[in-house]
């Protein structure tokens, strides 16, 4: 059975850093790509980026772009959605979602979403 | 603003059929990238609910189908039931962007 399985709900400081994980079973991780969506308070889901685990080969929405960064390490099967410095409007459900087949492909699986709330 | 654009919210009485639809350019759904939809329930993670414009992932209801034409695409929900009261995402591919790309999503309100 295919799994995404996300870290837990995070309570960050503006400046702070935070780095996300999003654990997936019960398939080949390197070869499936790997993306996040973010979703803000009330609102709709944004692509943020994806990772394609075998070769690190890694796209990011211009939207996001220099705002995080996107990582794997093929040997637990983990991807990563980090900050380097969080801002409040950073403050949204992130989840990850694997993509079936081609970067053109739909998100077949999802994980349960991570809660992240960056309040001074 | 999302590149997709689909109506904020529709609705129906049970029983009925409802349609959504998704409107793009032609650096997406019209340059041929396919289209596909999602349902997110109430506070749930999005599930995949049609993929590649009409296809069903196994377990989806028949009474959920989806089509494509030229720079658009729709969702069709036949039979509406209480249980489909939720938010309906489409997604395809950008050129421009060289990513994917979500519609603002619509609140599909059964009556």
């Known amino acids: 059975e295919v799994q995404l399985v996300q870290s837990g709900t995070e309570v960050k400081k503006p400046g702070e850093s935070l780095k996300i994980s999003c654990k997936s079973s019960?398939?080949?991780?390197?070869?499936?790509?790997i993306g996040w969506v973010r979703q803000m308070p009330g609102k709709g889901l944004e692509w943020m980026g994806i990772?394609?685990?075998?070769?690190?080969?890694?796209r990011y929405s211009p939207s996001f772009q220099g705002q995080v960064t996107i990582s794997a390490d093929k040997s637990i099967s983990t991807a990563y959605l980090q900050w380097s410095s969080l801002k409040a409007s950073d403050t949204a459900m992130y989840y990850c979602?694997?993509?079936?087949?081609?970067?053109?492909?739909?998100?077949?699986?999802w994980g349960q979403g991570a809660l992240v709330t960056v309040s001074s | 603003q999302s590149v997709l654009t689909q109506p904020p919210s529709v609705s129906g009485a049970p029983g009925q059929r409802v349609t959504i639809s998704c409107t793009g350019s032609?650096?997406?759904?019209?340059?041929?990238?396919?289209v596909h939809w999602y349902q997110q329930l109430p506070g749930t993670a999005p599930k995949l609910l049609i993929y590649?414009?009409?296809n069903r992932p196994s377990g989806v209801p028949d009474r959920f189908s989806g089509s494509k034409s030229g720079t658009s695409a729709s969702l069709a929900i036949t039979g509406l039931q209480a249980e489909d009261e939720a938010d309906y995402y489409c997604?395809?591919?950008?050129?421009?962007?060289?990513?994917?790309?979500f519609g603002g999503g619509t609140k599909l309100t059964v009556l």
């Open positions: 997604q395809s591919f950008d050129s421009s962007l060289s990513g994917s790309i």
């Open positions: 032609s650096s997406n759904i019209g340059a041929g990238y396919d």
């Open positions: 979602a694997r993509q079936r087949g081609s970067r053109t492909a739909n998100f077949d699986y």
């Open positions: 019960g398939y080949s991780f390197t070869y499936y790509w």
């Open positions: 990772i394609y685990p075998s070769d690190s080969d890694t």
């Open positions: 590649d414009n009409n």
